[in-house]
Every structure is written in structure tokens, then in C-alpha cells.
């Protein structure tokens, strides 16, 4: 069975740009989840998507962060104007229930400069 | 608004010890408690899933345990390897929906 594919591995960029994650999850998980994970922390969810409805996006800072799942599959996390404390690594998980069996992908680590 | 507390933040022990990490968490109104396992540049592995109605669970040389009437889990490593080199989460989970809610992490170094 693959795993969850995220890309790129690593991204810098000069804060005020944009930058956008993708997120290709394990095929026939239904339930997608982003969470960002600031060194020192413990990862913090962002978005979590149910096929390609939203179902939690309560923490995500929706004047800077935005996200979609088209086809309920794919996934693109979009930063846009990223500031310096937006630096973390992106972390893209899947699960077929929603409470079992969550696998997560290597994740994106993103640096603001 | 759950919270959850991890201690200790970092632990260094040499190979073949036994150790105890713990987990506390503020709203035990809980679906399930889960522990994973973050190495350096990786995503997260997932280890023990104990259910809200289980006292503990295991696997090999992992033992978790949960008490949720006080907020608290453990994860318990026999034998420790410098394999077992890594950060260890515990994560709670609310409801159906599977919204983790991490702690801040163990960091644990096994020295050979």
C-alpha cells in the first residue's frame, strides 16, 4: 500500500510571497487532515476534510491560509503572503474512518525569510 | 479546550533501560487516546490506539495505559534500544471525527 505523497520536501521563500503544498493521500481514505507542526511542538491540525467537504477549519487563519480537496482525493494547502511565523513543517495525514488507521506523509518543510 | 502536556520534554537514558513517558491531557471526555513515534525529518508512525472503554494496550515491547477519570497515559518501553531513539506523541482524540490533539513530545535518546 503506498503512502501519503506530499510535495515539495522542502521550500524557502521571502516572506509576503506564496507557496502552496500538495497532498496525494492514500487511495479511498476519505477523511484528509493538514497540520502544522512548529519546531519544539506537537503537530496542530489546520484543516480536515471529509471526501472533498470541510469539515473542522477552525484553527486555519483563513486571511492567509487556504485549502482545497477537489474530487475529494488531492489535496493543496496555500499560504499567500506568508509571514515568518508560518515557518513549520506541513504535515498531510489520511485515515478511512476518521479515528483509525491514520497515516501520515513525510511532510513539507517550509522556512520564511 | 483540551489540553495536553507531555513530560518529560527530552530524556537520555543508555541502552537496555526500562522508562516511562507520560501524557496528561485536561477533558477526559475522550473517543480514544493514540501514541506515535516522529523520527528527525519524518511523518508520524503510529504506535498504540487505546480505546476510551480500555485500561491498556500493547505491542512488543510497548505497553500503554490510560486512565481517563484523571487525565493521564503513559507509554512504557522495556528494554530500550538506541533504535527507540526518537520523539514519542500522545495525541487524544475528541470525538468520531479523529481530530488529534497533540501533545508537545517526548524527545528520547537511547545511548548504546
Known amino acids: 500500500e503506498a503512502g501519503v505523497a506530499q510535495s515539495p520536501r522542502y521550500k524557502i521563500i521571502e516572506k509576503r510571497q506564496s507557496v502552496a503544498f500538495w497532498c496525494n493521500p492514500i487511495?479511498?481514505?476519505?477523511?484528509l487532515y493538514w497540520y502544522q507542526q512548529i519546531l519544539g511542538q506537537g503537530p496542530k491540525l489546520l484543516i480536515q476534510?471529509?471526501?472533498?467537504?470541510?469539515?473542522?477549519d477552525s484553527q486555519l487563519p483563513k486571511d492567509r491560509f487556504s485549502a482545497e480537496r477537489l474530487k475529494g482525493v488531492d489535496s493543496t494547502l496555500k499560504i499567500q503572503p506568508a509571514k515568518l511565523e508560518d515557518s513549520a513543517v506541513y504535515l498531510c495525514?489520511?485515515?478511512?474512518?476518521?479515528?483509525?488507521?491514520?497515516?501520515f506523509g513525510s511532510g513539507t518543510r517550509l522556512t520564511v525569510v | 479546550k483540551q489540553e495536553v502536556t507531555q513530560i518529560p520534554a527530552a530524556l537520555s537514558v543508555p541502552e537496555g533501560e526500562n522508562l516511562v513517558l507520560n501524557c496528561s491531557f485536561t477533558?477526559?471526555?475522550?473517543?480514544?487516546l493514540q501514541w506515535f513515534r516522529q523520527d528527525p525529518g519524518k511523518g508520524l508512525t503510529s504506535l498504540l490506539l487505546?480505546?476510551?472503554?480500555?485500561r491498556e494496550q500493547t505491542s512488543g515491547r510497548l505497553n500503554a495505559s490510560l486512565d481517563k477519570s484523571s487525565g493521564r497515559s503513559t507509554l512504557y518501553i522495556a528494554a530500550s534500544q538506541p533504535g527507540d531513539s526518537a520523539t514519542y506523541l500522545c495525541a487524544p482524540v475528541g470525538d468520531q471525527g479523529g481530530k488529534l490533539i497533540f501533545g508537545q513530545g517526548t524527545e528520547l535518546s537511547v545511548k548504546p
Open positions: 477533558d477526559s471526555a475522550i473517543y480514544n
Open positions: 487511495s479511498g481514505h476519505a477523511t
Open positions: 476534510f471529509q471526501n472533498n467537504g470541510v469539515v473542522d
Open positions: 487505546i480505546q476510551s472503554s480500555q
Open positions: 495525514a489520511s485515515s478511512s474512518t476518521g479515528v483509525y488507521g491514520y497515516t
